[in-house]
């Protein structure tokens, strides 16, 4: 095959996979990030009244979640590794969905720990699963391409979700239940039928893809065996060793940092929103909150795909992740030492974009020099880790805006441990890649 045929191969078979696969697995991700999320939208719009929770109850509960999911994360991801993608991810989506819905008829603040922590349980594994289902299809230099249209969809759940939360809450009373309840029957229902899609939609890996030419099969095929024979030949890592590693672990800590800012906004947010009219003076109705809560998000959305975008141009460095992790850091205790609801909502759309630019270039990382059951174990374990963040981010933040009466002291903590993120990739940035950068490959390929 001459260098312009394999181009055009290449070109193809990218897009193929771009457009039939990372649509349909980001909105698998919609779905996942909006459930995981929705109790954001229930706490300040009915739900902390109707079960008596305190800020640290809610902040409990919102972080219970990530107890049960990181327990089952990492056999959840060998087990995907083993029985394959399109069984596993359904099975997971369905599991979740049908845990989701039972929210509806919590009623006391004991049953709400319960199924949060449940919900954690179904849901362990989607996220590395998701990560490492779309490495096994894209060599290494289309990666962070693909990898930012997937995380497209965290940013912009909120942008549709809280507007579409909102809606639902607004149904108050039909069928005899409160709008917090129908919001959660609501959000819960599409990721049963999602999941039984995925079973029937998915494949497990090229060389079983019909929707691919015999030559673009051949070509990917042929390109992911050659790095993961790169890989293996530097570092054949397996799934144990993946687990004591040096490098997994600064990468697990430094994800730490990024997860606690996300969290601590994504559920937050909302309670923040809500109490600008005892800070500011202004009231906002329900669909006014669940708008002005989307608002960070769009740019967001923006932001992760341009700087996804200059990183692919430029090959991902540490500083694609660090820089984002500084200005997060810094701007989001800022945000709440604004003088009106708008330059509090501007800051924190700052914090939006920071945090949503550094997460998919962050995972263009570990997949260099991981790979088989070892990337399954590592990938797995650095979600692991950062997921105690999805813990630690409400508990904490609820515990001290009980203990300080507002959310500035919590969100000076939320910086610090950005700081510390945006720190640790200087040592990442001092470490050479375990495998060749994407010019090499290229360049061997030719």
Known sequence: ????????VERSAISKVSWRLTPFIGLMFFINFLDRTAVSFAGPNGMSRDLGLTASQ???AAGIFFLGYILLEVP??????????????????VTWGIVALL????????????????????????FPGAILYLSLWVPARHRNKVLALFYVAQPLTIVIGAPFASLLIGADGL????GWRIMFFGVAVPAILIG????????????????????????LTGELAKEEKAKAGKHNILASGALLNGRVWLLSFIYFGLIYGLYALAFFLPTIIGGFEAQFGTKFDVMQKGLITAIPYLPAAAALLLWSRHAAKTGVKPWHVGLPALVGAVSIPVALFMNSPAATVAVITITACAIFSALPNFWAIPARFLSGAGAAAGIALINTVGNVAGFAAPFITGAVKDATGSFQVAMLVVGG????????????????????????VAARSA
């Open 1 to 8: 095959m001459t260098q312009p045929e394999a181009s055009a």
């Open 58 to 60: 809610f902040g409990f």
């Open 76 to 93: 959840s991801n060998l087990a995907l590794h083993k029985f394959g993608a399109r069984r596993w991810l359904a099975r997971i989506m």
């Open 103 to 126: 929210f509806t008829w919590v009623s006391s603040v004991e049953g709400l720990y319960v199924l949060r922590f449940l919900l954690g349980v179904a849901e362990a594994g989607f």
């Open 175 to 178: 069928m005899g239940l409160a």
């Open 196 to 219: 039984i899609v995925a079973w029937f939609y998915l494949v497990d890996r090229p060389a079983d893809a019909k929707w691919l030419t015999n030559a673009e099969r051949d070509w």
């Open 417 to 440: 441990f950005m700081m510390v993120s945006a720190v640790l990739t200087l040592v990442v940035a001092r470490q050479r890649d375990s495998v060749p950068d994407a010019a090499a």
